[in-house]
């Protein structure tokens, strides 16, 4: 069983940043992608960033390429996703993953409880 605890959301104006985190614990083999998506009700989940644990190759979305950064810390099991430039269409929950692909929601077996981000105008 492998556990996602995301913090880090928060309200911010627009131009401003925030940093998520996504702490991970229990047993990740076989689970070689950590990713970033995100919601905004009455839409569908979507991808916003993800890295390999292994070697640390990024994905992004085009909407994050330019303002957020994805990293690990493999020795504390953490994930980050820095957000810089935010904008008030980035207002959405952030939802932490692991799994076995990159870009579809459908590859990702353990998700977090996801974390609040509201960027105001």
């Known amino acids: 069983q492998v556990q996602l605890i995301e913090s880090g959301g928060g309200l911010v104006q627009t131009g401003g940043s925030l940093r998520l985190s996504c702490a991970v614990s229990?047993?990740?083999?076989?689970?070689?992608?950590m990713g970033w998506f995100r919601r905004t009700p009455g839409k569908a989940r979507e991808f916003v960033a993800a890295?390999?644990?292994?070697?640390?190759?990024?994905y992004y979305a085009d909407s994050a390429k330019g303002r957020f950064t994805i990293s690990r810390d493999n020795a504390k099991n953490l994930v980050f996703l820095q957000m810089n430039n935010l904008k008030p269409e980035d207002t959405a929950v952030y939802y932490c993953?692991?799994?076995?692909?990159?870009?579809?929601?459908?590859?990702?077996?353990?998700w977090g409880q996801g974390t609040q981000v509201t960027v105001s105008s």
């Open positions: 890295i390999t644990w292994s070697h640390g190759s990024t």
């Open positions: 993953a692991a799994g076995i692909g990159v870009w579809y929601s459908v590859n990702y077996e353990y």
């Open positions: 229990g047993r990740t083999e076989g689970l070689p992608a």
